[in-house]
């Protein structure tokens, strides 16, 4: 990898760290590229988890999101965004630990995260706000709650909704907008 030269002036045009794609090449042989790649994107994909309705195992999708990005450094091809591709992974992993789960675990984590919304902290108003967010969103189908989830609150845009979750773009956009609908009837 080749580092922008320094003269002290910071250049708009040099970026201060390598970016994402490159980090991810070079993550084949350099541990320290790899732990860059955790060290930027732990906290925005437990974010996703999160949102998406899995609170009380966020965590463990997170690392089985970086397990498989570990598994694939070989095959990685900075053809697309990077945060395309981890997300790809980070769904895959989602939509294979909903199917382990089964309905059992579903009425866990949605007690979980009912607890969990209790311990929040500030104003009563704002966890009543987050509370009824949540509930909207949880109100959602899966499809609808992964769009609005990845567009608003991940700030992707539609055309990397549609490759990571493998769906048309016009999906994307029409989930997105009945969702936001749903949401908007929700919280009058």
Known sequence: MKWPET???AS????????????????VHSREAFETLIQRHQHPLMNF????GDYTSAEDLVQETFVRLFKAR??????????TFLYTLARRAWID????????????????????????????????MH????DALAELSEDMRGCVIMSIYQGFKY??????MGIPLGT?????????????????
């Open 172 to 188: 994307v956009k029409t989930r997105v907008f009945h969702a936001m609908r749903k949401l908007k009837e929700a919280l009058k």
């Open 49 to 52: 988890f999160r949102r998406m």
């Open 7 to 9: 003269t002290g002036i």
């Open 159 to 164: 055309e990397q909704i549609a490759q990571i």
């Open 12 to 27: 708009a045009d040099a970026p201060l760290s390598p970016s994402d794609e490159s980090l991810m090449v070079d993550s």
């Open 97 to 128: 630990h909903r199917r382990r789960a089964g309905r059992r675990d579903a009425a866990y984590e949605s007690f979980a995260s009912e607890l969990d919304v209790r311990l929040d902290s500030g104003t009563g108003s704002e966890k009543e």
């Open 74 to 83: 070989g095959r990685y091809r900075p053809e697309a965004k990077f945060t």
């Open 131 to 134: 509370q009824r967010v949540r």
